[in-house]
C-alpha cells in the first residue's frame, strides 16, 4: 500500500504564465497569484500591448500598485513581439531586467494577438540578438491558418514553424508555451531542457475535448490552445509525472468577464489563479508522482531562466477546498474561475 500523505511543504513555486489584463480586472485578479506564488511571468497581450521598456515599467507599477501587501509578490515582464520591435529595445530591455524574455505571439492566434507575427522572417534581427544575449523567447505555438484543423496546429507549428527556426538559432532558448498534445511531449524531451522547455497548464492536464462538450458547449473550458483528446491529455499527464526538467509550472490563467465569455463569439481563456496550484497538487496525487511536485512547479522554471530557486516555503495540506463561484468586478460585472463552486482535495495551510 502506498503511503497517504496528508501534508506537503515544498519551496514556494513561481508561475510562468500569467494573464493580468489591466485596470478593474487586474485589480480584483492579482492577489489570487499572490498568494499561491513567489513571482509570475506577466504576459503582455494588453488592449494596448506592451512593446516596448516605458510601457513595461509603466505596467509593472500598475501591478505593484494593485497588489495585497500582504503577498510578496514579483511580477517578471515580458516584450510582445512585432514587425517594428527594434534588437536595441530588447538589449536594453533585457540588461536592465525590464524584461525577463519576450513573447512571439502568431497573428490572430489568441486574445489581443492582431498584431502579433504574421511571417518569423519579419523578425529575424531580433532573434538573432536575443540568441546572442541569452534573452527566452516565448511562444504560442500554433500555426495559423484556416485551412489547417483547429487541433493539427500545434503539431503543424512544431514542423512548420519551430524546427526550421530552431535549425536557424541553435543557442536560442525557447519556450514552448501551454503545450497540449503527445507530439509535443515527445518532441520536447528529445531536446536540450537548457534551451528548449514547456510549460503545461492545469486545465490541459484536468481536462480533454470531450469535456468541454459533455452535457452542451462548457464555454468556461475553451481557450487557445483548444483541449485536446484523451490520449493527448494522458500524455502530458505522464511527462509531468516522470520528473522530466524539460517542463514546468505555467497556469496561463486568463480572466475574461463573464459576459465576453458568454457571447455571440465567446473568449478564449480559462482563469484559473484561485486553484491553479492546488489543481496541479491533486494531479500529481493522482498519477502518484508528487515526490515530482517541487521540481515541476518550484525548480525547473528557475533553473530555465536561470535565475535563484525561491528560499520561501509553502505547505499544503490534504482537506477540502471550495473554488469561488464567482468575482464582482464593479456594479455589473463578474468573472468566473475556473472550477467555480467545485471543491478540491487540497489546501494551503493556514
Request: with cysteine.
Amino acid at each position: 500500500m502506498p503511503e497517504i500523505i496528508r501534508k506537503i511543504t515544498i519551496i514556494k513555486p513561481d508561475d510562468w504564465h500569467v494573464h493580468l489584463r489591466d485596470n478593474e480586472i487586474l485589480k480584483k485578479v492579482i492577489h489570487y497569484t499572490g498568494k499561491f506564488y513567489n513571482r509570475a511571468l506577466i504576459m503582455p497581450n494588453l488592449d494596448s500591448p506592451i512593446t516596448n521598456c516605458f510601457k513595461s515599467i509603466h505596467y509593472r507599477s500598475k501591478i505593484l500598485n494593485a497588489m495585497n501587501l500582504k503577498y510578496k509578490f514579483q511580477p517578471l515582464m515580458t516584450c510582445y513581439l512585432t514587425r517594428f520591435t527594434m534588437p536595441e529595445e530588447l538589449k536594453i530591455g533585457f540588461s536592465k531586467k525590464i524584461f525577463i524574455a519576450a513573447k512571439l505571439y502568431p497573428n490572430d492566434s489568441t486574445t489581443n494577438s492582431k498584431t502579433g507575427i504574421k511571417d518569423i522572417s519579419y523578425i529575424i534581427r531580433v532573434l538573432e540578438c536575443m540568441e546572442q544575449i541569452g534573452m527566452p523567447l516565448l511562444i504560442h505555438g500554433e500555426e495559423i491558418d484556416q485551412n489547417i484543423d483547429i487541433y493539427d496546429r500545434e503539431a503543424k507549428f512544431i514542423e512548420n514553424t519551430l524546427e526550421p527556426l530552431r535549425n536557424k538559432f541553435p543557442k536560442l532558448k525557447i519556450v514552448l508555451e501551454h503545450i497540449t498534445t503527445k507530439e509535443s511531449v515527445e518532441y520536447i524531451k528529445k531536446s536540450d531542457p537548457y534551451y528548449l522547455s514547456a510549460t503545461i497548464t492545469p486545465h490541459h492536464l484536468m481536462h480533454n475535448r470531450n469535456d468541454m462538450f459533455f452535457g452542451g458547449i462548457q464555454p468556461y473550458l475553451y481557450c487557445l490552445p483548444v483541449l485536446k483528446n484523451k490520449t493527448d491529455q494522458i500524455a502530458l499527464r505522464e511527462a509531468i509525472a516522470s520528473g522530466d526538467r524539460h517542463f514546468f509550472l505555467g497556469s496561463d490563467t486568463a480572466p475574461h468577464l463573464h459576459k465576453n465569455k458568454i457571447n455571440i463569439v465567446g473568449r478564449a481563456g480559462i482563469f484559473n489563479a484561485p486553484s491553479s496550484l492546488l489543481c496541479y497538487v491533486q494531479v500529481f496525487e493522482e498519477m502518484n508522482a508528487l515526490k515530482y511536485l517541487q521540481s515541476f512547479c518550484s525548480e525547473n522554471g528557475p533553473k530555465f531562466y536561470n535565475m535563484p530557486i525561491n528560499k520561501k516555503t509553502i505547505t499544503l495540506v490534504k482537506s477540502s477546498y471550495r473554488v469561488i463561484k464567482k468575482i464582482n468586478v464593479g456594479k455589473n460585472n463578474i468573472i468566473v474561475p475556473f472550477l467555480a463552486g467545485k471543491n478540491l482535495n487540497w489546501s494551503i495551510e493556514d
